[in-house]
């Protein structure tokens, strides 16, 4: 009976907790979940965005130094510079004049490294924006003009300047002109790890430029794996997700290259995880609360069950009804449990009344009884008389 009690009001009291706790719940994930799912998505485009445009920007620095290679001068200048043996005066202030302009450029930009100009001819030389001028029989860095295919590449490279100096990690933006002109930018690699760490980048989220199946620049030193694993699916805001993970990609057409952002979706959508914790953490703390009320409920339920059956067997054994705790807190229990002993004690003293009403009864009964049987043989002695004195006609020893 207990069991019976706690499961009852178990049931009961969790329906009623849980009900508006599971509404709440599916308005928040059909509401609130899809927009911090489109937020992560906008957000991570955003920053890719933002990349797009810092590519962009340094490739106007290489457009402007390819528009004052191209001017007449300048290009005149530097094909004597590259073809003459010696450098008169005019040559020379050609020379210190360009190589001023390159300087301007790389002082006045913190992350250009350094600027390289080559013009077609037949030493193969190449001058740089300090002024060197190399072969690239002899120079320290020989392989950077063979490294683009294209008329605009993007390359990741140890760039040397001098064969004393120490390489520095860079990415050389090149440009070439229809006439041959290659103008090379060297990027200090330093400068996109400070764009990356100015972005609102959640934890573990990775951020990756790529060009076809090269990883040019990422956020992270060691995600070149990661950017292996990846399925290549180039769309603009195309997203997906692969183990677990959370991958946004942009193409940017005019820079031909591919931005990812990378996350692990626990953490893409941790509020949304956070909520069902905390539903989780709730849903367990109702059942706690709701199986220790149902518990309290069942053995108050009980112990009042118990007190109307010991009212009842007192009545039917007419014993003294035992005294019952009032339940003050409980009003309905409260009523019901005195009406039942009020009940219980009418019939108890109905029933002792008919009792004492059989007994005086029986007793003026017994008292009439008494008073008819001296009567009764009185006149019994009388009817013997009589035979007697009609049988035999006058008294006799009998009478």
């Known amino acids: 009976m207990r069991k019976r009690f706690f499961f009852a009001s178990f ?71 590259f073809h003459s043996s010696a450098m008169n005066y005019n040559d020379y202030l050609a020379y210190k004049n360009l190589v001023a302009q390159l300087s301007a450029v790389v002082n006045s930009r913190t992350y250009i490294d350094s600027i390289y100009l080559y013009v077609p001819n037949d030493k193969r030389a190449y001058l740089t924006s300090q002024g060197q001028m190399y072969t690239l029989a002899n120079a320290p860095d020989q392989s950077w003009i063979d490294a683009c295919t294209d008329d605009f590449c993007l390359v990741r490279r140890k760039v040397q300047l001098s064969p004393s100096s120490q390489a520095m990690d860079c ?43 090269n990883l040019l620049l990422t956020s992270r030193d060691d995600a070149q794996a990661l950017f292996t694993s990846l399925s290549k699916r180039p769309g603009q805001g195309t997203a997906w997700v692969q183990d677990e993970l959370l991958v946004i990609d942009s193409h940017s057409d005019a820079l031909d290259l591919e931005f990812f952002s990378v996350i692990p979706k626990n953490i893409a959508y941790s509020a949304g995880n956070r909520y069902v914790v905390i539903f989780v953490i709730i849903t367990l703390a109702c059942m706690a609360m709701c199986f220790t009320g149902a518990l309290i409920s069942a053995s108050r339920s009980c112990k009042r069950l118990y007190s109307i059956i010991d009212l009842m067997d007192a009545a039917s054994h007419n014993q003294p009804l035992p005294v019952v705790e009032n339940p003050r807190d409980d009003v309905y229990s409260y009523i019901m449990t005195n009406i039942i002993k009020t009940f219980v004690q009418n019939d108890f003293l109905q029933v002792s009344l008919d009792e004492r009403k059989f007994q005086a009864i029986s007793l003026e009964l017994s008292a009439l009884q008494y008073q008819i049987n001296p009567h009764f043989l009185s006149n019994t002695l009388q009817m013997i008389d009589f035979e007697v004195m009609r049988a035999i006609g006058r008294p006799h020893q009998v009478n």
């Open 171 to 213: 990415l050389t933006i090149m440009e070439r002109n229809e006439r041959g002109y290659i103008v090379a930018v060297n990027i200090n690699i330093s400068y996109f790890q400070r764009m990356f760490s100015s972005l609102a980048l959640k934890n573990e989220q990775v951020l990756m430029i790529a060009d076809g199946d």
């Open 11 to 81: 049931l009961r009291t969790l329906s009623y907790c849980l009900m508006p706790l599971l509404v709440m719940s599916a308005v928040y994930l059909a509401i609130t979940i899809p927009e911090q799912r489109k937020e992560v998505h906008e957000n991570s485009l955003n920053n890719l965005m933002l990349m797009q445009e810092n590519i962009s920007l340094l490739l106007n620095d290489t457009g402007k130094v390819m528009n004052l290679v191209e001017s007449s001068t300048i290009s005149a200048a530097i094909r004597n510079l």
